[in-house]
C-alpha cells in the first residue's frame, strides 16, 4: 500500500512539474534571426511565449547563447594584437567578430565597447554581458574586454584573448582579473 501511495505521489508530481504552457510548433510564435557566419546562412530562432498580449522571452535567450558558443570557437587561438581570426585575436578583436557574427555592430576597441549599453552592478551580471577591465599600471583606462560565459552567485567567467595564453576562459574571482576589474556593461 505504502509502495502505491509513493507511486501516486510521484506522477503527480511529474505531470505537475511543468508550470507554464509554450507553444513550440507554431511559426508565429517562433522569432526567426538569420546570421551570415563563414558565407553561409544559419537560422536562429528564439521561442517566445504569449501570455495575455506579453511577450515574455527565457531569461537567457537563444542569442545570448549563440553568442557565447560563437566565441567559445576560438578557444585556444593565440594572441595576436589586432587580431580577428582563427590565426590570431586580442580581446577586444574577439568581442567585436563575436557580435558582428550576429549582425551587432560594436566598435574595434575595448574603450569604445565600454561606452555602449547600460552600465551595470557586480551583482546583475549576466550571461552575454561585457566586462572591462584597467590592466595598464601607467595609465588608468579601459584596455581589456571580456564576454560573460558563466553569471552564478559567486562565480563569474569570462571568455577573453590574453597575451600569454590567448583565447581562455577565466574567472572573475582571480586576483588579477578582480583588481583589474573597471566595471561590466549590458548590449543586449
Known sequence: MKFYSILILLSIFVVSCKSRKTVKNDISNTEIITNNVNDSISPVIIEKEIVSDLVLYSEASNLTLNLIDFAKQFEG????????????????????????????????????????????????????????????????????????????????????????????????????????????????
Open 77 to 188: 587561438v593565440k594572441y595576436k594584437f589586432g587580431g580577428t581570426t582563427k590565426a590570431g585575436m586580442d580581446c577586444s578583436g574577439l568581442v567585436y567578430e563575436t557580435f558582428k557574427a550576429f549582425d551587432i555592430s560594436l566598435p574595434r576597441v575595448s574603450r569604445d565597447m565600454a561606452k555602449l549599453g547600460q552600465k551595470i552592478f557586480l551583482e546583475d551580471i549576466k550571461e552575454g554581458d561585457l566586462l572591462f577591465f584597467k590592466t595598464s599600471n601607467k595609465r588608468n583606462i579601459i584596455s581589456h574586454v571580456g564576454l560573460v560565459v558563466t553569471a552564478l552567485p559567486g562565480n563569474v567567467e569570462f571568455i577573453h584573448s590574453t597575451t600569454k595564453q590567448g583565447v581562455i576562459i577565466s574567472s572573475l574571482a582571480e586576483r588579477y582579473w578582480y583588481y583589474s576589474f573597471a566595471e561590466a556593461r549590458r548590449i543586449l
